[in-house]
């Protein structure tokens, strides 16, 4: 679920903005920031809210993980992070590899978590 005090502003951008007057998207303002040793985590969430009955739904969210991946004390602290200030469902699961995913089924909805590597950018 989302943090109580999680501050956050409309999203024009979501994909039912013009679709839909009873949705209305949202991104978080807090910057899921998380310093590390020699690096940081820094995320962003973006969820959708049915406001005729008072739900949310489809919540997403990304980190850029700016640290040394071949260190593995600092991926093991990454991943205790997650899984202990994020994710704590993911105890023990969580694995930072490319192309890793894991589903829950919590029977009224699915979480899905998934790694990804980050593309490749254009030189200019």
């Given amino acids: 679920g989302l943090y109580k005090t999680l501050s956050f502003r409309r999203d024009v951008n979501h994909k039912y903005w013009n679709k839909s007057y009873a949705v ?28 005729q009955n008072k739900q949310i739904f489809n919540i997403s969210a990304s980190w850029l993980i700016d640290a040394d991946m071949t260190d593995k004390n600092l991926c093991q602290e990454i991943k205790q992070k997650f899984s202990d200030t994020f994710f704590p469902a993911l105890t023990d699961k969580f694995e930072l590899r490319e192309d890793w995913n894991y589903t829950i089924d919590k029977g009224e909805y699915i979480e899905y978590f998934e790694v990804e590597s980050p593309q490749e950018r254009d030189s200019p």
């Fill in 24 to 51: 209305i998207g949202y991104l978080t303002t807090d910057g899921l920031y998380t310093e590390l040793p020699n690096g940081s985590l820094n995320g962003i969430a973006f969820f959708s809210a049915d406001t």
